[in-house]
């Protein structure tokens, strides 16, 4: 299975380590809690990426990574109707305890999560402490770029 990350290429050597997540946290952990935020195809990572960014600024030091998954790995999903009905809003608390129980219960390398910017799609988040991870091959960064017609011109 592939997954995709995009970003800027200043961060590009630690794509795969969990860390901004665990600073930061996401949707699906808390700050103090490592996941890597991937997604099964280049494009969604792409709409991912695109929903955070400024509309009248596109970057120009992006990289897209594609990580390579062994089909034997373990993988857990989220069943839909198991979470709140308004999910995909901001700041929804109970899928951060969810993405934390997951992370540190261990027992999967990969949670399939729904995809709030396109809802019918799904990511994927990896867990770096698993023992499976050393099983992802991580390929080199390579640049990438957004069409000039999804930024508003000035």
């Not at 897209?64 to 993988?75: K, L, M």
């Not at 988040?125 to 023992?131: D, F, I, R, V």
């Amino acid at each position: 299975m592939q997954l995709w990350r995009i970003c800027r290429q200043t961060h590009a050597t630690g794509a795969f380590s969990g860390e901004g997540a665990r600073l930061y946290g996401g949707r699906w952990n808390s700050p103090g809690v490592g996941v890597i935020y991937t997604s099964p195809s280049l494009a969604l990572a792409a709409i991912e990426t695109f929903v955070h960014l400024e509309p009248d600024l596109q970057p120009d030091d992006l990289v897209s990574i594609r990580g390579e998954v062994p089909e034997d790995v373990t993988v857990q999903q989220i069943e839909l109707r198991s979470l709140p009905m308004d999910w995909y809003a901001a700041n929804h608390e109970s899928l951060r305890v969810i993405g934390d129980r997951w992370a540190s219960a261990g027992k999967t390398l990969a949670l399939r999560v729904p995809s709030a910017a396109i809802r019918g799609e799904w990511n994927m988040l990896l867990n770096p402490t698993h023992a499976e991870f050393g099983k992802i091959r991580i390929r080199r960064p390579v640049r990438f770029e957004f069409d000039r017609r999804m930024f508003r011109a000035r």
